[in-house]
């Protein structure tokens, strides 16, 4: 797939990796394979599951509800660009973080990372407390 760019001032760049365009002589068209489709490492994937982990830790492992999991997982089906289904395991990963979004989807404390996804509600604690 090929970047998809826009002006910005004098220059243009791709909104999804942020790369210069290429030039190419012979058809004089800006074109370059954009660097989405190119999967981290795994180093990088594990350590970004690791973060998400620990947040999800810090957020007592609270899940989403299942209205908010669905609007999720539908805005995951409708991205542009950064939803892939991962023939060998049959899960669906993210293009830009390379999570499993059907388990991202499920924690409270996970974001999308192009934010496409609403802002979720905190709960509001109403509890006052008297010294």
């Known amino acids: 797939m090929n970047c998809e760019f826009q002006q910005h001032g004098d220059y243009k760049v791709c909104q999804f990796c942020d790369q210069p365009p290429v030039l190419l002589p012979e058809n004089e068209n800006l074109l370059r394979a954009c660097k989405r489709n190119i999967p981290p490492s795994w180093l990088k994937v594990i350590l970004t599951f690791i973060k998400a982990l620990y947040r999800h830790a810090r957020n007592w492992f609270r899940k989403a509800g299942w209205l908010l999991r669905r609007e999720r997982y539908n805005t995951c089906l409708n991205c542009p660009g950064s939803y892939l289904i991962h023939e060998g395991t049959k899960k669906n990963r993210c293009k830009i973080c390379w999570c499993?979004?059907?388990?991202?989807?499920?924690?409270?404390?996970?974001?999308?990372?192009?934010?496409?996804?609403?802002?979720?509600?905190?709960?509001k604690n109403d509890k006052k407390v008297t010294a």
């Open 100 to 123: 499993i979004v059907e388990e991202k989807v499920i924690w409270a404390s996970e974001k999308c990372p192009a934010k496409f996804w609403p802002e979720q509600q905190q709960p």
